[in-house]
């Protein structure tokens, strides 16, 4: 089945504690980035990649680091997070004949 | 760059009535123009999508139109269900995502029985 798979879908932790979201696909996409959801304001992009090692920032990049090292991986790192960056995170994938997919979403609390 | 505005923000409707979700867009340079249908809980899904060569597109009972002169495209949503209940966001960029793909704020649509 085709899927870009999220882990893990909740995530508790403290202020300044690193974290990783990983993000895996499936359908040999080219294109995959990283979007936060919050309300009223939708969904904001946070960093994308066009391949393996090209990545690049989206809207709201700050705090927020990707890598790119292999095709169907794209994890998020926030490498001291704060409660301002307690949100809901979509990882998603496309390629030029595939729309956008979305994974099912990691919840993240900063306390 | 690209701005997407969205309106209304919320919509209320009863069952059988249509609604009506309107954006705009200010880079135009966008042509492809994409709707997400985000039910309660889940990821946001692709419904229908329309590229700057077609004005209008119908699937069901949804529908798209673009005025690319105007810059704005709306999504018809015609005979409304229940299960048409969700959060649905209007986005532009380029096709399959190769530039950023930005998105309206949402419209939460509520569907009374």
């Known amino acids: 089945e085709a899927q870009v798979t999220q882990n893990p879908r909740y995530l508790i932790t403290v202020t300044g504690k690193k974290l990783t979201v990983t993000c895996s696909q499936n359908?040999?996409?080219?294109?995959m980035s990283w979007y936060r959801q919050d309300p009223g304001l939708g969904l904001r992009q946070i960093y994308y990649?066009?391949?393996?090692?090209?990545?690049d920032k989206g809207d709201v990049p700050e705090g927020y680091k990707v890598s790119r090292k292999e095709k169907r991986n794209f994890p998020l790192i926030l490498e001291s997070p704060s409660p301002n960056q307690t949100s809901l995170y979509f990882c998603?994938?496309?390629?030029?004949?595939?729309?956008?997919?979305f994974g099912n979403g990691t919840r993240l609390t900063v306390t | 760059g690209e701005n997407v505005e969205q309106h209304p923000s919320t919509l209320s409707v009863q069952e059988g009535d249509s609604a009506v979700i309107k954006c705009t867009y200010s880079?135009?340079?966008?042509?492809?123009f994409p709707w997400y249908k985000q039910e309660l809980g889940k990821r946001p899904q692709l419904i229908i999508d329309?590229?700057?060569?077609?004005g209008e597109k119908k699937d069901q009972r949804i529908a798209v139109t673009l005025n690319k002169t105007a810059k704005h495209f709306s999504l018809h949503i015609t005979e409304t269900q229940p299960e048409d209940s969700a959060v649905y966001f209007c986005?532009?960029?380029?096709?399959?995502?190769?530039?950023?793909?930005?998105f309206g704020a949402g419209t939460r649509l509520a569907v009374h029985p």
């Open positions: 990649s066009m391949n393996v090692e090209v990545t």
């Open positions: 329309i590229r700057s060569n077609v």
């Open positions: 998603a994938s496309s390629s030029l004949s595939s729309p956008l997919h």
């Open positions: 880079d135009s340079a966008s042509n492809y």
């Open positions: 986005a532009a960029g380029k096709p399959g995502g190769y530039n950023k793909l930005i």
């Open positions: 359908m040999n996409h080219e294109y």
